[in-house]
C-alpha cells in the first residue's frame, strides 16, 4: 500500500507504536513518520506508506503548530508531564506574583530565531545513541544546542498553575524546552503538562483520522487508500504535472524527459493519470526533466 495517511495520535503511546498499529491494519511493513510526537502528546501525525516513504527528504523542514498547558511550579527530568520532578512544587510559593500578563510578558522572549538546548530524554543522537537511551542509563548526555525558528507563541490563559497556549515552531524544535526555560527564567520551575499537535506542514486534524476508525477497515486496501491525503495535494510547492507514455517510461527507467510544466519551479511532481504518482523530476534546462525519485 502507497500513500500518505494522517493519524490523529492517542495519548500514551509512542509514534512507533502508532506505526507498529498501522501495519498490523494496512499489511505494509515500510511506514514511516514525518516528526515523532512524544506518548503523553496527541495530534497530527502524518506517516509516509509504501513507496512514499521515498518522499521524506522533501519534508524534513515543514513547521508545526500545537496547543498545550505549561505547569509552573516544579520541574521534570523529561520536560514533561511523564518525567520525574526535579524538586517540590513552589507554585504556593509563586502563585501571586505569576499573573497572566507576566507569562505572557516571558512568552515575548521566545519569538523568532534562538538557540533551543533539546531536552536530555529526547531523540538526538549523540555519538550515533539517541540521547534517551543514554539518560535512561544514567550515562552523561552532552548536547547541543540547535537553531529554530518560533513563528508564534500566544499564551491563552492562566488558571491557577496552568498556562493555556498556542505555538508554531520550526522543524526540530521542542515545545517542551520552551517550556522548561520559562520555568528557569521565572525561577519558579515549569513543565509541559498536555500538547496537542493541530498542524504539520500543509496537513491538519482536518485531514488526521483515529487508530480506532481506521482498524475496523484492516485489509481493505481500496478503502484505506480512500483515507489517504490525494497524491496531487502533497508537496504544494511542486507543481504536479502530467506525462505521455513515452515520457513516463524514460523517467522510470531514470532517463531525462521532456514534459509540458512551463514555469521555473525546480521540481515537479510528475503524474500517470490523476493519482499515480510516478515521480518527482528535477528541471534541467527549458523542459527537459531528470528523475530524482522514481516510484516504480
Known amino acids: 500500500m502507497n500513500g500518505l495517511l494522517v493519524i490523529d495520535k492517542p495519548c500514551g503511546i509512542t509514534s512507533h507504536d502508532v506505526v507498529n498499529r498501522l501495519r498490523r491494519i494496512t499489511g505494509e511493513r515500510s511506514i514511516g513518520h514525518l516528526g515523532t510526537l512524544d506518548p503523553m502528546a496527541t495530534g497530527v501525525l502524518p506517516l509516509l506508506l509504501g513507496k512514499f516513504t521515498r518522499l521524506a527528504q522533501y519534508f524534513s523542514t515543514a ?12 520541574a521534570t527530568d523529561t520536560y514533561d508531564a511523564d518525567g520525574e520532578p526535579a524538586g517540590a512544587d513552589r507554585w504556593q510559593e509563586f502563585a501571586g506574583a505569576l499573573t497572566l500578563a507576566r507569562v505572557r510578558e516571558q ?10 538546548m533539546p531536552p536530555p530524554f529526547s531523540a538526538k ?31 491563552d490563559a492562566l488558571e491557577g498553575p496552568e498556562a493555556h497556549f498556542t505555538m508554531s515552531i520550526s522543524a526540530g524544535g521542542y515545545v ?10 521565572l525561577g519558579c520551575g515549569a513543565h509541559l503538562s498536555s500538547l496537542r499537535r ?12 483515529p487508530l480506532d476508525e481506521l482498524e475496523p477497515l484492516a485489509g481493505n486496501v481500496e478503502a484505506l487508500e480512500g483515507r489517504c491525503v490525494h497524491p496531487r495535494s502533497l508537496l504544494p510547492e511542486m507543481p504536479a504535472v502530467g506525462a505521455d507514455a513515452a515520457a513516463l517510461g524514460r523517467l522510470r527507467n531514470g532517463a531525462q524527459a521532456n514534459l509540458p510544466e512551463f514555469s521555473d519551479a525546480s521540481l515537479v511532481k510528475v503524474f500517470a493519470g490523476q493519482r499515480e504518482l510516478v515521480g518527482i ?13 522514481v516510484m516504480g
Do not use: C, N, W
Not at 493541530?198 to 483520522?209: P, W
Not at 523530476?281 to 525519485?293: C, E, N, S, W, Y
Open 107 to 116: 512568552a515575548v522572549r521566545f519569538h523568532g530565531e534562538m538557540e533551543q
Open 125 to 155: 543522537k549523540i555519538q550515533g545513541k539517541p540521547a534517551y537511551k543514554l539518560a535512561r542509563a544514567g550515562q552523561p548526555v552532552e548536547l547541543k544546542p540547535a537553531r529554530v525558528r518560533i513563528a508564534s507563541f500566544d499564551i
Open 176 to 185: 517542551r524546552s520552551v517550556a522548561h526555560a520559562m520555568g528557569e527564567q
Open 63 to 74: 513547521e508545526k503548530s500545537y496547543t498545550g498547558t505549561i505547569r509552573f511550579g516544579f
Open 281 to 293: 523530476a528535477k528541471r534541467v534546462a527549458g523542459t527537459l526533466f531528470q528523475p530524482v525519485v
Open 198 to 209: 493541530t498542524r504539520a506542514g500543509v496537513f491538519t486534524l482536518e485531514d488526521a483520522h
